[in-house]
Nanobody, 125 residues
Framework: QVQLQESGPGLVRPSQTLSLTCTVS??????????WNWIRQSPGEGLEWMGA???????YYNPSLKSRTSISRDTSKNQFTLQLSSVTPEDAAVYYC?????????????????WGQGTQVTVSS
């Protein structure tokens, strides 16, 4: 059974770059025909899909965040990472990594795919 675990700093200063890592266990990020996603939820808001990397390596981004977002992977560590640049307090959220079989760019719900437990990120000086 595939499991995902997010890690990274809980506090980031405004204008800095947020970097989060998702470690996958129970299966390889390259051998499953899957999408490995980053999703966030701000207080009082719904789930926002940020982007994904396919098991073959292609990347996909939310157009509204594309200019600030980069998703990459380290196949030797079975991890994929999110970098979000020039953060503001509006980027404070719980950040999740998730696996999906298809590319889903909106209307995410917690019952779809396989999720990590999430990690809280605060943006403050």
């Amino acid at each position: 059974q595939v499991q995902l675990q997010e890690s990274g700093p809980g506090l980031v200063r405004p204008s800095q770059t947020l970097s989060l890592t998702c470690t996958v266990s129970g299966g390889s990020i390259t051998t499953y025909a899957s999408y490995w996603n980053w999703i966030r939820q701000s207080p009082g808001e719904g789930l926002e899909w940020m982007g994904a990397v396919h098991s073959a390596g292609s990347t996909y981004y939310n157009p509204s965040l594309k200019s600030r977002t980069s998703i990459s992977r380290d196949t030797s560590k079975n991890q994929f990472t999110l970098q979000l640049s020039s953060v503001t307090p509006e980027d404070a959220a719980v950040y999740y990594c998730a696996r999906s079989i298809g590319l889903k760019t909106s209307d995410w719900v917690r019952g779809y795919g396989t999720w990590g437990q999430g990690t809280q990120v605060t943006v403050s000086s």
